[in-house]
């Protein structure tokens, strides 16, 4: 067994060695025959909205999800609003214990129904959480909105100690999932990138390197 592992991990080696020397023939010879004309970055064109047309929040039951943040007012201006922004920060706690929307004060093994209005400012705060930076925008992610009591009760299994609890009196749990099989939905990145930066369709190498990039990186090797 530690044989077969010793393996994997030469075979995994030796791919990202030969990947890299590719890669950097390729962009020298590029750059010897396409010299670019500007300093701008040419994976820059990737930035544009796919956080909001490539969702990554979705509810446990697979309900729709918010797309976007709509009706935000921004009349107060930048500094006021970076100001709320830095006292939102600076005046969070930890909550060790929550309100039961169900109204029972003692702890119980039942898990409580959920606020709706709750879940969904829960919603807005993941959909502003999406914007946050990402490798060549792939967001190697998902969140899951644990929020029915049944999806509650299977979820507290797994937590340690007074976490179930939490769990369970709480209006919804989110649960982050790393990605690493971004290569099963890499067909719709391509699709998105070239819809919204139509110049990407004939850079096919360039394409391919991205995809090979993400790929690689969000498997966890090396």
């Given at each position: 067994?530690?044989?077969i ?6 075979i995994?080696a030796t791919?990202?060695?030969f990947?890299?020397i ?7 010879s590029?750059?010897?025959l396409?010299p670019r004309r500007?300093?701008?970055s040419?994976y820059?064109?990737?930035?544009p909205t796919r956080?909001?047309d ?10 729709p ?6 009706g935000?007012?921004n009349?107060?201006g930048?500094t006021?609003?970076?100001t709320?922004f ?5 005046n ?7 309100q039961r929307?169900?109204?029972i004060?003692?702890?119980?093994e039942?898990?409580s129904t ?12 993941l959909d502003?959480?999406?914007?946050a930076?990402s ?6 992610y998902?969140?899951i909105?644990v929020k029915?009591?049944q ?5 507290a299994?797994?937590c ?6 939490r769990?369970?009196d709480?209006?919804c749990?989110a649960?982050f999932?790393a990605d690493?099989?971004?290569?099963r939905t890499i067909?719709a990145?391509?699709?998105?990138v070239?819809s919204n ?8 190498w ?8 993400i ?8």
């Amino acid at each position: 067994m530690h044989r077969i592992r010793q393996s994997k991990m030469a075979i995994h080696a030796t791919f990202f060695l030969f990947w890299m020397i590719f890669t950097t023939v390729h962009s020298y010879s590029t750059s010897l025959l396409f010299p670019r004309r500007s300093n701008k970055s040419a994976y820059s064109y990737i930035k544009p909205t796919r956080r909001l047309d490539q969702p990554a929040i979705r509810l446990a039951n697979n309900e729709p999800t918010l797309s976007s943040t709509e009706g935000s007012d921004n009349s107060d201006g930048p500094t006021s609003l970076a100001t709320s922004f830095d006292s939102i920060l600076l005046n969070r706690y930890a909550c060790t214990r929550f309100q039961r929307y169900d109204g029972i004060v003692e702890t119980v093994e039942e898990p409580s129904t959920s606020d709706p209005d709750v879940v969904q400012d829960a919603l807005e705060c993941l959909d502003l959480s999406r914007r946050a930076p990402s490798g060549f925008n792939a967001q190697p992610y998902k969140l899951i909105l644990v929020k029915t009591p049944q999806q509650k009760k299977a979820l507290a299994r797994y937590c340690i100690g007074h976490n179930a609890h939490r769990v369970r009196d709480s209006d919804c749990t989110a649960v982050f999932l790393a990605d690493r099989e971004t290569a099963r939905t890499i067909g719709a990145y391509k699709s998105f990138v070239v819809s919204n930066s139509p110049q990407w369709k004939n850079r096919k190498w360039g394409m391919l390197k991205v995809q090979a990039l993400i790929t690689l990186f969000s498997s966890g090797y090396p």
